[in-house]
């Protein structure tokens, strides 16, 4: 295959994943759910199962595999090209949704972390002006022996 004709193929295989995206979001995101979550099907099921949504996803995309592990095992031409246009292109959607899904905790763990350190300088903040209003601050103890009275 030439570069002008992969790079065909390369946009017409986004624009699908985009597409099928976008098909199965309105179908397995109900329009009336409240956190809107692009994840929620695999948010339940990581609640039904007690897993993370990443593992849920996993669950889901592991079938699909296990069917192109299958496929791989014949000759390209024992399978229609539209059976492997499904199974590519739904583990390739299931890996654009597991990307989301990391790229979303490391947002989130990075908004703790600036959310901790603001907080933290707020309390240091807080404890410079405690220290510089308190007119008779308490001694501070000594590491050294008290002094021999007798």
């Not at 699908?16 to 979001?25: F, P, Q, T, V, Y």
């Not at 949504?53 to 669950?59: D, Y």
């Not at 404890?127 to 308490?138: G, Q, R, T």
């Amino acid at each position: 295959m030439d570069a002008r004709t992969f790079n065909a193929f390369l946009e017409g295989k986004l624009n699908d994943i985009r597409d099928i995206l976008a098909s199965k979001g309105a179908e397995y995101v109900p329009e009336g759910t409240v956190e809107k979550s692009r994840f929620h099907n695999f948010e339940v099921s990581a609640a039904l199962n007690g897993s993370t949504k990443e593992q849920a996803l996993w669950g889901f995309v592991t079938k699909h595999i296990v069917s192109l592990a299958d496929m791989i095992k014949d000759e390209p031409l024992d399978h229609s090209l539209a059976k492997w246009d499904e199974k590519i292109g739904d583990i390739s959607v299931y890996m654009v949704l597991l990307h989301a899904m990391v790229y979303e905790a490391h947002d989130n763990a990075d908004m703790v972390k600036v959310a901790m350190k603001e907080y933290a300088d707020h309390i240091s903040r807080l404890e410079d002006v405690s220290i510089k209003s308190d007119p008779d601050p308490e001694p501070k103890p000594s590491n050294e022996p008290p002094p021999n009275m007798g």
